[in-house]
């Protein structure tokens, strides 16, 4: 079973950066279609559902949520088994539990059923 742990939240000033990272480790499955092939970030204010920030694939293929784009960019290490989540132009309105997520996408794309613990990120204004 994959275990997801992050890492990198904190309290920063409106305008800051930040940057999140997710180590995996357990059975990936590499190299079969079944394998965990695709991470993600989530988060989740209070109150509010859990949305999708950005995800990649172990080929690089990337989505992003049209409130990060142009701020925000994943990227991972597959050698390490680690994503990371690089923060810019931070506002108040990014804070939130952001949660690391690991899936494939077979047989269904963008498909994420394992979940980290969650670090908080607050943006003070």
């Known amino acids: 079973q994959v275990q997801l742990v992050e890492s990198g939240g904190g309290l920063v000033q409106a305008g800051g950066s930040l940057r999140l990272s997710c180590a995996a480790s357990?059975?990936?499955?590499?190299?079969?279609?079944?394998?965990?092939?695709?991470m993600a970030w989530y988060r989740q204010a209070p109150g509010k559902q859990r949305e999708l920030v950005a995800a990649i694939t172990s080929g690089g293929s990337t989505n992003y949520a049209d409130s990060v784009k142009g701020r925000f960019t994943i990227s991972r290490d597959n050698a390490k088994n680690t994503v990371y989540l690089q923060m810019n132009s931070l506002t108040p309105e990014d804070t939130a539990v952001y949660y690391c997520?690991?899936?494939?996408?077979?047989?269904?794309?963008?498909?994420?059923?394992?979940w980290g613990q969650g670090t908080q990120v607050t943006v003070s204004s």
């Open positions: 357990g059975s990936l499955a590499s190299g079969t279609r079944f394998a965990i092939n695709a």
């Open positions: 997520a690991a899936g494939r996408m077979y047989p269904s794309p963008w498909t994420f059923d394992r």
